[in-house]
């Protein structure tokens, strides 16, 4: 039985993560906010990066895989060798949106984007395209650290590539660099240098499990544990596009994409928190279940809370003001947003608590068909309140929890009724 201070340690090391990468979100709204035409900048920046991050987003659960998989000498190199061929596949499609006519000719009706906004979308994804593969390497090192318990060394890593953005958009912001120029830099060089150090601590401070597993792993079972999550995540990372792709239609598209955008990004300061309940819930429940289920549910009380505090005070006025400096005209809209948001730390714990479950026992089919059922809910609903001449900033919010309910209630199903955890195939048995 594992004590309630070493889930403690484990857990708040990659909780302060989350928080600092979102910080450093804020520093970008904030940058955005400054320049001459604020809500077009804010929304150029989400129509970029609504493009961008479906591919970004198939490797976000490659930590969960290395955790997983890459746990002897073998596995950790298929694990690798598979991450760098994910990685340069999905590059492809940013690089044609980002270089040919066209593919930004493909983009442009899906946001309804005027010419020029479109040549500032391709503009972003042209600095933005090698990431797709330092992303994959970042998220796999990180994953082995985690494997070996060393999420305090994660959240240095974060600290200092978010210390590095947030210091090179001050720095564009003031040379007057220009906002493409200013934000991609800074998340190109930010990002570059978390890989380098992220390799540099694998190789002090990784120690491999005292008992290797996965010792005669192969590319098929890799890919069988990948493509379920990495549907999952692009299911995530479609969420928004969606939204903001009928909420550009609406009147005044341009404001309340902006504005969403920025409750949305503000919101994730909390839930952030509860995305790492999948790493603690894969590491420690094995061992202890019930004390796992009770952290997860203090944790989610307190994240709760404090949402609610500063969201229903004036403090979050002020909050706002200092990221959006004179743009207030705004606030409104993001404040009534973040409102409804309110709910979503609690959906997200029932989400990743079944998505540790099924990470564990490596059905994560499961969560392929929660990830595909949150978007035809979320696509289905925005259309439907589109059609009517409701949707608005406010319904986007409530649109966008009711996905991630539809995702875990499917997720759960899957927990409840699945198969067992296949055994792993090991040299010695």
């Not at 190199?77 to 940013?94: D, E, K, Q, S, Y």
């Amino acid at each position: 039985m594992t004590s309630r201070r070493a889930y403690w340690r484990f857990y708040w090391p990659l909780a302060l993560t989350g928080l600092v990468i979102l910080l450093g979100r804020q520093f970008q709204n904030g940058v955005l906010a400054r320049y001459e035409d604020a809500a077009r900048e804010l929304a150029t920046w989400a129509f970029a990066m609504s493009v961008f991050m479906p591919f970004q987003a198939l490797l976000v659960f490659v930590p969960q895989m290395a955790n997983v998989l890459a746990r002897s000498g073998r596995a950790r190199a298929v694990c690798l060798r598979f991450t760098v061929g994910m990685g340069l596949l999905l590059t492809l499609p940013v690089a044609v949106a980002a270089f040919s006519g066209w593919g930004q000719a493909a983009v442009a009706p899906i946001f309804r984007l005027d010419q020029s906004t479109a040549a500032k979308v391709a503009l972003y994804l042209r600095f933005l395209t090698p990431l797709v593969l330092i992303g994959g390497l970042r998220q796999y090192y990180a994953g082995l650290l985690i494997q070996a318990r060393r999420t305090g060394t994660i959240m240095v890593l974060h600290g200092v590539a978010a210390a590095t953005m947030i210091g090179m958009l001050l720095a564009g912001w003031r040379l007057g660099w220009g906002p493409v120029r200013t934000l991609a830099l800074a998340h190109l060089v930010s990002a570059t240098l978390h890989m380098v150090l992220a390799i540099l601590m694998y190789a002090l401070r990784y120690r491999p499990p005292d008992r290797p597993e996965h010792e005669l792993l192969r590319y098929r079972e890799v890919l069988a544990f990948f493509w379920p999550v990495a549907v999952t995540s692009l299911m995530f990372a479609v969420s928004r596009p969606v939204l903001y792709a009928f909420l550009n239609r609406t009147r005044d598209g341009i404001q309340a994409v902006a504005a969403t955008r920025v409750a949305f990004d503000f919101s994730m300061i909390f839930g952030s928190a509860i995305n790492q309940f999948r790493h603690l819930y894969v590491t420690f429940a094995r061992s202890d279940l019930p004390a796992v289920r009770r952290f997860m549910l203090r944790v989610m009380v307190v994240v709760v809370a404090l949402m609610a505090l500063v969201v229903f005070t004036p403090l979050i006025e002020w909050i706002l003001r200092v990221v959006l400096g004179d743009r207030v005209h705004l606030m409104g809209r993001a404040v009534e947003a973040l409102r409804v948001l309110c709910v979503w730390p609690v959906v997200m714990t029932m989400r990743n608590y079944f998505h540790g479950q099924l990470l564990l026992r490596r059905r994560t089919g499961g969560m392929a068909a929660g990830g595909l059922c949150r978007a035809l809910v979320i696509y289905g609903l925005s259309r439907a309140l589109y059609e009517a001449g409701y949707l608005d900033h406010t319904l986007a919010a409530a649109v966008l929890v009711a996905g991630f309910l539809a995702e875990a209630v499917v997720a759960a199903a899957f927990a409840r009724f699945g198969p067992a955890e296949p055994a792993p195939r090991n040299l010695v048995e």
